[in-house]
């Protein structure tokens, strides 16, 4: 097993996550199985309870490990499956330390930072590098270890110390570091400064870890001379020092990082024996970042949420919607609206934000309501999904949205007039969304229905768009966070009323996706796409909310999901039937495989 342990310097939020997945992505084009572990040196034992606003989206694996959202970068990036323990936190390390001493493992011994903490982040690391995570189910060959904050945090030194002994342990071949660092260019002195990454790296080395690279992050290029200088300074080779400027699509940086040399300077100092260069692999990043800087129009869709002050809070929901309009030939501009400004007191309270809030939504060509928790903003989602059901505007429910079109068409189509969740009103007349029986009041941290688990299509649900979209498959598999469900005493009512659930769990109790047929494209699912989506395998209920914002839906299903050459002229007539071509369908598709139990994108990207 070789580790590439990836460290940042100065500031955090230089996109060290993506340089990080970008060398995962670089050996994976030379045909190396890849893992990754995240390292977030918080005392929390995950995400789980995090409010979004903290570090941005919850992001939930296959297994229900809620997790930090760079691990999400990494499953996109490498089209990998994780698990949750890839994600080690301090308060991870610690909860099995103390479980051990508690069981008298150390036989009363004090037991220390040095060597029980360190000791136990070493074996964690070696014990899920060896786990598989890609369709092939083989053991990885490299695992890229990212260590979150940077260099110095008081957090971070049991690990960066774990990390001094790990090299020796594993051996020098086997393990090295690239240091992530900024490159300030203050406008004041009109030229790039470098004192800030010299003084990390020396941090770095002061504690026992040298950089085999240092990554610069910056605004603009870097000149070779301060690129030199760097080198000089920092004690390593130029071609040990990467300058990454910012690029217009995060694509583009596993393509620049290549073309940097770092496979030939990997091969070697890890001996990897890697024969062919990634060029031709790498073609599909190329060709993906070349199309996204040549799009040439644009879907407008309105986000309608909680936490719109912070992009990062719905990180992957924007991927997803960045996915499926890219690969259709549009940029996707999405109009963020704070739900409770769409709330009717909004018109006294705040009159400007109020209209602005509706003329964004009016203004936009599709609606999405993602997940989330809790009473604010609820009136505002609601009040989102009738305009668009009254409208017959596009439109997609995730989770809370799905709760959402449920609480909307009880009260405005069956009349029931309070219905509501219990969620926000535990002793509403009308429960239409009410607790699943396992949840849990009591805790608050991994209490929910997480991670992944299969949907079946209603056999009456032959008709539906979003049974279509998925290919006509009768199973799906999806990943799922909440702790609400459609109360199961409305079910009848709302399908009579048109409200159709197409999609339940395997029982055939709990409600997972609904669609309204005469509308151009009204869906709500209880679980969350979002997770799933691949850059080169859109998430199929994001493709149906582009499809139909454009207006093209009905005839892409009727094409059976391809698209004709008037409708698009993304594709280049080198794509088979003018449509999708292969590598965009779910491998069972390509292969004919009679196991198409599930649709999951994990499997779904071609090589
Ligand atoms: N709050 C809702 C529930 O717990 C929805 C959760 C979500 O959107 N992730 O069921």
Redesign the pocket.
């Known amino acids: 097993m070789k580790y590439i342990l990836v460290t940042g310097g100065v500031i955090s939020g230089v996109g060290k996550g993506v340089i990080a997945s970008s060398f995962g992505t670089i050996l994976k084009s030379c045909g190396i199985e890849v893992t990754s572990i995240k390292i977030d040196p918080y005392i929390n034992l995950d995400a789980g309870t995090f409010s979004p606003y903290e570090h941005g989206e919850v992001f939930v694996l296959n297994d229900g490990g809620e997790v930090d959202l760079d691990l999400g970068n990494y499953e996109r990036f490498l089209n990998i499956t994780l698990h949750r323990d890839n994600n080690i936190t301090t308060g991870k390390i610690y909860k099995m330390v103390i479980d051990k001493e508690r069981r008298g493992d150390y036989l009363g011994k004090t037991v220390q930072v040095v060597p029980h903490i360190t000791d136990a982040i070493q074996e964690w690391v070696e014990r899920v590098a060896q786990i598989p995570v890609s369709g092939t189910k083989k053991i990885p060959q490299v695992c890229i270890v990212e260590l979150g904050g940077t260099i110095g945090d008081i957090e971070s030194m049991a690990f960066v110390e774990a990390f001094r002994q790990f090299q020796f342990r594993v051996k020098r071949e086997n393990f090295c570091v690239a240091h992530v660092s900024l490159i300030p260019q203050p406008r004041s002195t009109g030229e790039p400064k470098t004192k800030p990454t010299q003084s990390s790296v020396r941090e770095l080395r002061g504690l026992g870890l040298s950089p085999d690279f240092i990554v610069c992050r910056s605004e603009n290029p870097i000149v070779r001379s301060v690129k030199e200088k760097i080198s000089n300074f920092c004690h390593v080779a130029p071609e040990q020092v990467i300058c990454i400027p910012d690029l217009s699509s995060i694509y583009k940086v596993p393509v620049l990082m290549e073309s940097h040399g770092i496979v030939e300077f990997l091969n070697e100092r890890l001996q990897l024996g890697v024969k062919s260069l990634p060029r031709r692999h790498m073609k599909q990043w190329v060709d993906l970042a070349d199309k996204i800087d040549n799009l040439r129009h644009e879907v407008c869709i309105a986000l309608v949420g909680k936490y719109t002050r912070l992009e990062d809070a719905y990180a992957s929901v924007i991927k997803s919607l960045q996915h499926a309009a890219n690969s259709i030939g549009y940029k996707v501009n999405i109009l963020f609206i704070e739900a409770s400004n769409l709330e009717k007191e909004m018109v006294s309270e705040d009159p400007v934000a109020y209209h602005d809030a509706w003329k964004q939504l009016c203004k936009s060509e599709g609606v999405i309501v993602?997940?989330?928790?809790?009473k604010r903003g609820m009136e505002g989602k609601i009040e989102a999904t009738r305009w668009c059901r009254e409208n017959g505007k596009p439109y997609l429910g995730?989770?809370?949205?799905f709760?959402a079109s449920v609480i909307e068409f009880s009260r405005n189509v069956l009349n029931l007039r309070e219905a509501h969740?219990t969620?926000c009103v535990p002793d509403t007349l009308h429960p239409v969304?009410i607790d699943m029986p396992e949840h849990n009041p009591g805790d608050m941290g991994g209490t929910?229905r997480l991670g992944k688990r299969t949907t079946v299509f209603k056999e009456s649900a032959n008709d539906s768009k979003i049974k279509r979209l998925y290919y006509n498959i009768d199973k799906i598999e999806e990943r799922h966070?909440?702790?609400?469900?459609v109360n199961p005493k409305y079910i009848e009512d709302l399908e009579k009323a048109g409200l159709e659930f197409v999609g339940v769990d395997k029982e055939g109790q709990r409600m997972e996706i609904l669609e309204i047929e005469n509308h151009p494209y009204y869906v709500a699912v209880q679980f969350?796409p979002e997770y799933l989506s691949r850059p080169m395998s859109p998430s199929p209920p994001f493709m149906g909310l582009i499809l139909a914002a454009k207006d093209i839906l009905k005839s892409y299903l009727a094409r059976g999901c391809k698209f004709s050459p008037r409708e698009s002229d993304y594709y280049d007539s080198e794509d088979e039937d003018y449509g999708l071509s292969a590598k965009h369908l779910p491998i069972s598709q390509i292969t004919n495989e009679s196991d198409s139990s599930a649709y999951s994108s994990s499997t779904n990207m071609v090589d």
């Open positions: 993602p997940g989330g928790f809790g995730i989770c809370l949205g709760q969740t969620e969304i929910m966070r909440h702790r609400y469900e969350h």
